[in-house]
Nanobody, 123 residues
Framework: VQLQASGGGLVQTGGSLRLSCAAS????????AGWFRQAPGKEREFVAA????????SYADSVKGRFTISRDNARNTFYLQLNNLKPEDTAEYYC?????????????????WGKGTQVTVSS
């Protein structure tokens, strides 16, 4: 499975972006999907995740109410809508597919990582 993230860019504080992660090579229908981010000099952190069926989601406290994760299994793609962006959201955003939900707490056991897409929020 290859994951391709896209949609990053430069926006002003309060702006919005929509990140996409397209999977190829194999369907990710039965994988949970998530987004993680890493700012310069910081460790990679969990942002948002959605269960394989789309019935449950989880968010980092720092993005709750501003970011929304969704997926379209028919398109083998999942998304992250970023609203009301803040400078502290600036980071490289990575998409991931995984079978163990515990990944959102440990960041260990991700089955597939995508390459990052840069999000930069100017003040």
């Amino acid at each position: 499975v290859q994951l391709q993230a896209s949609g990053g860019g430069l926006v002003q504080t309060g702006g919005s972006l929509r990140l996409s992660c397209a999977a190829s090579g194999r369907a990710i229908t039965y994988y949970h999907a998530g987004w993680f981010r890493q700012a310069p000099g910081k460790e990679r952190e969990f942002v948002a995740a959605i269960t394989w069926g789309g019935g449950s989601t989880s968010y980092a406290d720092s993005v709750k109410g501003r970011f929304t994760i969704s997926r379209d299994n028919a398109r083998n793609t999942f998304y992250l809508q970023l609203n009301n962006l803040k400078p502290e959201d600036t980071a490289e955003y990575y998409c991931a597919a995984f079978r163990m939900w515990e990944v959102i707490n440990t960041l260990h056991g991700v089955d597939y990582w995508g390459k990052g897409t840069q999000v930069t929020v100017s003040s």
